[in-house]
């Protein structure tokens, strides 16, 4: 009986490790699709004077997918998960029925907290995964 217990225990040590390391490869994972916006969510937090509005809706096109890794990742609480997910509709919102052509450079000030909303909760996400902060965009 003994072994039998012993052999339980083990299988059960070998299952949480698997299922550990599964975990952590797809906070890796998503981890390096964050770093890979970076640079996307800081022109977003403050586009240039000479950025169109459809730059601004192509930059919130490309993140798109990691925002859905982020919403599946059961490591990010739903209030962060939805800070992230809503500053981006938000954004969307302000620019709607805004041409791709016009100039971004009026609607900088209407856009600007919800900008750095999304920088802020895009931060706060690394953070909960702890994303290491070498990563680089590549």
Not at 34 to 61: H, I, K, M, W
Not at 79 to 99: P, T
Request: aromatic share 6%; hydrophobic share 45%.
């Amino acid at each position: 009986m003994p072994r039998t217990g012993f052999a339980i225990v083990l299988l059960a040590a070998l299952v949480l490790t698997a299922c550990g390391s599964s975990s952590a490869a797809s906070d890796k994972a998503l981890c390096q699709d964050l770093a890979n916006l970076q640079a996307t969510v800081v022109f977003l937090a403050a586009p240039p004077s000479t950025t169109t509005v459809g730059e601004v809706r192509g930059a919130l096109d490309q993140l798109d997918s990691t925002w859905a890794g982020v919403h599946a990742n059961e490591a990010v609480p739903d209030a962060e998960d939805e800070a992230l997910l809503g500053a981006q509709e938000d954004y969307r919102d302000a620019i709607d029925g805004i041409g791709d052509d016009d100039a971004f450079a009026p609607y900088l000030t209407a856009t600007s907290g919800t900008a750095q909303g999304l920088k802020r909760s895009y931060e706060v996400v690394r953070v909960r995964l702890v994303c290491p902060s070498y990563l680089q965009a590549g």
